[in-house]
T-cell receptor, first 114, second 116 residues
Framework: EAQVTQNPRYLITVTGKKLTVTCSQNMNHEYMSWYRQDPGLGLRQIYY???????DKGDVPEGYKVSRKEKRNFPLILESPSPNQTSLYFC?????????????FGPGTRLTVT | AQKVTQAQTEISVVEKEDVTLDCVYE???????LFWYKQPPSGELVFLIRRNSFDEQNEISGRYSWNFQKSTSSFNFTITASQVVDSAVYFCALSRVNNAGNMLTFGGGTRLMVKP
């Protein structure tokens, strides 16, 4: 089954404790992306990657890191989480050509930073 | 810069009523894609429709229909004979074509509550 998986689905942590949210897709998509969803703001892009070892900032990259060492995986790293990073996070993937923009979303990771 | 505006933050209707969710967008591109996604209470994002800016033909899928008007930069979504299962947050989104970022710009979402 074609899908994007994220882990963990729920995470409660404390300020400053490094964490990683994993994202994996099995569709051989070149493009992967991370979004955060906050009430009234919709989804905003954090980082994206157009292929292995190619990453770039989205609209709200501060406080986040990413890496793309393999095509299928795109982890999101919070080196020193803060309460304002409490949010719902979505990973997405898509082809770069063809049906541009039609992104497949993971189930979401709800993060709470206290 | 691109922008998507969903002016209705919350809509409440009674089952079987028709409801229209508004979406207005801004872009300098002449070619782009528009999308609607549904987010039910379970939280996942469900793709509903993708529309190319060249194609202004309205689309109907069962109880769902979409009205794309390039002249007013709007891409409105109508649910006919709403059902309780339609209760969700609906997002309109805009994507550039051939954009290196392949980024979706989302509106703030409209929460639809359908009461029995």
């Amino acid at each position: 089954e074609a899908q994007v998986t994220q882990n963990p689905r729920y995470l409660i942590t404390v300020t400053g404790k490094k964490l990683t949210v994993t994202c994996s897709q099995n569709m051989n998509h070149e493009y992967m992306s991370w979004y955060r969803q906050d009430p009234g703001l919709g989804l905003r892009q954090i980082y994206y990657s157009m292929n292995v070892e190619v990453t770039d900032k989205g609209d709200v990259p501060e406080g986040y890191k990413v890496s793309r060492k393999e095509k299928r995986n795109f982890p999101l790293i919070l080196e020193s989480p803060s309460p304002n990073q409490t949010s719902l996070y979505f990973c997405a993937s898509s082809l770069l050509s063809g049906r541009a923009g039609e992104q497949y979303f993971g189930p979401g990771t709800r993060l709470t930073v206290t | 810069a691109q922008k998507v505006t969903q002016a209705q933050t919350e809509i409440s209707v009674v089952e079987k009523e028709d409801v229209t969710l508004d979406c207005v967008y801004e872009t300098r591109d002449t070619t782009y894609y528009l999308f609607w996604y549904k987010q039910p209470p379970s939280g996942e994002l469900v793709f509903l429709i993708r529309r190319n800016s060249f194609d202004e033909q309205n689309e109907i899928s069962g109880r769902y229909s979409w009205n794309f008007q390039k002249s007013t930069s709007s891409f409105n979504f109508t649910i006919t004979a709403s059902q309780v299962v339609d209760s969700a947050v609906y997002f309109c989104a805009l994507s550039r074509v051939n954009n290196a970022g392949n980024m979706l710009t989302f509106g703030g979402g409209t929460r639809l509550m359908v009461k029995p």
